[in-house]
């Protein structure tokens, strides 16, 4: 199955849906998470409740998971914006439009 995170390269996205498309709109746009949590609570709310992080942590051993957690907190930490204890992180993403013929 092809890697879903390759839907942000907007070359793999017009290989993608060469085939049938009319119409493709790529436009880079930005989400902001903001949570009232600092950076290890909010890293424990996404292994607590996204399927992906759930999944990416069952498949580590306990080294694994600590050595995630601590990437997981850096990434966190180095991009957040808040300064007041708790979670403002944006993130880029692409949103793709496609129409059919």
């Known amino acids: 199955m092809p890697s879903p ?3 942000g390269d907007e070359e793999v996205v017009r290989e993608r849906l060469r085939d049938g498309i009319t119409s493709l ?3 880079r746009r930005l989400i902001s998470f903001k949570f009232p949590l600092a950076v290890p609570d909010v890293i424990e709310f996404w292994r607590a409740w996204y399927g992906p992080t759930q999944r ?6 306990e080294n694994g998971q600590q050595a995630l957690r ?32």
């Open 25 to 27: 709109e790529l436009t």
């Open 5 to 7: 995170v390759r839907w």
């Open 70 to 101: 601590r990437d997981l907190e850096r990434l966190w930490s180095e991009h957040n914006r808040a300064t007041d204890g708790t979670t403002h992180v944006e993130s880029e993403y692409l949103e793709v439009v496609a129409v059919r013929g």
């Open 56 to 61: 990416a942590f069952a498949a580590l051993d």
